[in-house]
């Protein structure tokens, strides 16, 4: 079962946490092992979750 709340995550990276997770698991690892390096993975590239644009106008 996922940890955490992830409805904070835009849909592509929820895609891409589901291509990683395939990936591992077709490496060998373990449903919760494969979802645990697919999320951290995720979050290393984009710091997690929706990010909140800003725009700077002078």
Same mark, same amino acid.
């Given at each position: 079962? =996922? @940890?955490? !709340?992830?409805?904070?995550? $835009? !849909?592509?990276?929820? /895609?891409?946490? /589901?291509?990683? +997770?395939?990936? +591992? /698991? +077709?490496? =060998? @690892? !373990?449903? +919760?092992? #494969?979802? @645990?390096?697919?999320? #951290? $993975?995720?979050?290393?590239? !984009?710091?997690? =979750?929706?990010?909140?644009?800003?725009?700077?106008?002078?």
């Amino acid at each position: 079962m =996922g @940890r955490g !709340d992830k409805s904070s995550y $835009t !849909d592509k990276q929820k /895609r891409q946490a /589901r291509h990683i +997770e395939q990936s +591992e /698991r +077709e490496a =060998g @690892r !373990d449903k +919760e092992e #494969a979802e @645990r390096i697919a999320w #951290a $993975t995720v979050n290393k590239q !984009d710091g997690g =979750g929706k990010k909140k644009s800003s725009s700077s106008s002078s």
